[in-house]
Each structure stands twice: as C-alpha cells, then as structure tokens.
C-alpha cells in the first residue's frame, strides 16, 4: 500500500491483497473521522469482519470497496462483502 509516511516505493501486501483489513469484535469510528479500506481487485476478499457491533460516529466517514473474484481468504456465503457481521452484530 501507499501512504505519505512509506515513501515512493510503498510497503509489500501480505497475501497479495486477499486479507480482510479488519477482524474485530466491536469497532468505533470517532465523530469526524474517516476510514478507507479496500482489497486486491483481481483477489478480493471481505474488508471487515465484526463479531459485534460498528459504529460510527457523527460527522465520520466510512469508504468500503470490497472487490475481486470472491476467493480471498476472508469470503462468507460466497461472496465478498464491505462489513460481515459473523457475531451478529449491527
């Protein structure tokens, strides 16, 4: 990935972009905070699986493109997906 702290040549993917970004129980985005989170394009996978709930703060931002061929190691009921509740969360 690339960020402005890496430098030109980025930082190395493990698994070559088929990771979820998050695998949490319960996750809080802070009002006025935003979240961009994406995988591989020809890979795919699920970008956050939550095993409780997610919330998001007033004024926050949450960017999600899950994408790919729906065989990255986080896939569930066939499919990629931007948030998987596996706990039943909300």
Do not use: C
């Not at 994406?38 to 890979?43: E, I, W």
């Not at 795919?44 to 939550?50: E, K, L, R, S």
């Amino acid at each position: 990935y690339y960020s402005p702290f890496t430098g030109s040549n980025g930082v190395a993917v493990e698994g070559g972009g088929n990771q979820e970004n998050l695998e949490i129980n319960n996750f809080i985005l802070e009002p006025n905070a935003n979240y961009f989170g994406t995988v591989a394009r020809s890979v795919g996978a699920t970008i956050i699986n939550a095993n409780g709930n997610v919330t998001l703060g007033q004024g926050s931002k949450m960017t999600l493109i899950p994408r790919g061929q729906n065989n990255g190691n986080s896939t569930f009921d066939g499919g990629d997906w931007g948030i998987y509740f596996s706990g039943g969360g909300q």
